[in-house]
């Protein structure tokens, strides 16, 4: 049975293929990163966190968009405008700590 060798370029590419993931690794923890949170953010599996809207109505945007600017839509985006802000301040006092 004839016996293939390896070519140079078939070395590198893997030495590469075990190195490189390595080398990202040790980088990524030396400037504080979690490389695997970072892998799969690149490949779209990371999970967003659960927030419980159960209390907020949201409009469309397509309730404001047809509206005519009256007195009552502007009073209305005011309140959520500033519901939002509350909920905003809430999430990130919670999470400063």
Sequence with gaps: MPRTKLTGFSRLLIFLLFALPIVYAGAAYYNGEDPVANVKGWLGMDQPEQVDNSDATVPSEESYRDAPATFENVQE???????LRR???????TTAS
């Design 77 to 83: 985006l005011r309140e959520e405008n500033d519901r």
């Design 87 to 93: 909920e905003l301040a809430r999430c990130q006092g």
